[in-house]
C-alpha cells in the first residue's frame, strides 16, 4: 500500500478534491481513494504540520 496526505489552504478545495478526485484516475492506474481526516490514527503518533 501507498499513502499520501494533502492539506488544503480552503476547504471549498478540499471538497472539491473529494467529489472530483476518481475522475483524475487513468485507466492503466490502480483505484484510489480520497477521504477526510484521519492521519492522527495513521501516523500513532504526534506530528506537527509545517
Do not use: H, M
Not at 492506474?29 to 481526516?37: H, R, S
Amino acid at each position: 500500500d501507498n499513502y499520501g496526505f494533502v492539506t488544503y489552504y480552503n476547504t471549498d478545495d478540499a471538497y472539491a478534491a473529494i467529489e472530483n478526485g476518481s475522475k483524475l484516475r487513468r485507466p492503466d492506474e490502480l483505484p484510489f481513494d480520497i477521504c477526510f481526516g484521519g492521519r492522527r490514527q495513521f501516523c500513532k503518533s504526534n506530528y506537527a504540520d509545517l
